[in-house]
């Protein structure tokens, strides 16, 4: 039951933190669409956390606990290697715009002396 | 113009005030017919102030990208101002441009050209882990190439139009895949890569690293960077 207590009340707060993040505008759709699916399954399974304890036994995990432990981490990692991708592509970006703007800077420069 | 090519002469440089202003004046002094467009790659000394009073076209970027950076915006106005040639030369002096004609020369049958240390002119020695992993990339490259490339990390190399265009729109930005993996593209697209032997000089200013853990650090990233290089399509 006190575990029940301690998940049913982190899950509130990550739901709180996740809802007004989206309310001030502070996430793009596409990373909002993925927390908005994560939230209620993270407010399900704080709730009751001993839901997948049949499934776990199909698996052959002890206990449903551990594979939602198993399962958020994966979780977890997966969005990791998501977010090292888009820093990749922003940094990509950015060089190519660093890059115009020097292009342009210096061709406006040289026009400016031919005259 | 040399051999009837417009050459554009790329010095990429960072905090190179020291030696800047003495390697582009060099370069227009035995070089009359071509253009220096020097890569400021966001210094925060004089490097570019110096470099334009030389003579030279100044490209500054507006914070630092590291050498490939710099030189995909070399190439980048090569191609938009439709150069012919692009010679990259380093900007400490180590780089001789009395070459750079022998360079452009050999382009008649290659695509690349690389000016190459240890490959008889001059007396430039390298030792421990440094000239393994040198070895090994000429060792892998010159097999893959079909040809022997014993200075495979060299920034001193002449490309002509077809490469230009390659290089405008990709070039690493990583120290090491702005040789490396520059070098293995070119090689896999079946381009024609040949070396002409250079000797280096000492440098204008600025130290060489002789730390044997950076040396170290320096062969485990030449072996990724090659594996990467290979394995990457």
Redesign the interface.
Known sequence: MRLSFLTAIAALVVLAVIFELLRRRQLREKYAVLWMCAVPVILLLGFFPRLLDSISDLVGVASGVSLVLFLAVVFLLMVCIHLSWEASRLEEKT?TL??????I???LR?RDQVK | MINNKRVLIIVPAWNEAESIGEVVTEIRGELPGTDVLV?DDGSADDTGAVARNAGA???????N?GVG?GM??GY??AR?EGYDVAVQLDADGQHDPRYVPKLVDALQDASLVIGARFAGEGGYQVHGPRRWAMGLLSLVLSAMAHTRLTDTTSGFRACDRSLIELFADWYP?DYLGDTVETLVRVIRLRYRVRQVPVAMRRRFGGTPSHSPIKALIYLCRAFLILVLALIRR
């Open positions: 060089r660093a890059e115009e703007i020097a292009l800077r210096t061709m040289e | 890569v076209i100044v490209a500054r970027l507006p914070y990208l950076g995909r915006l980048r106005y938009t930005v």
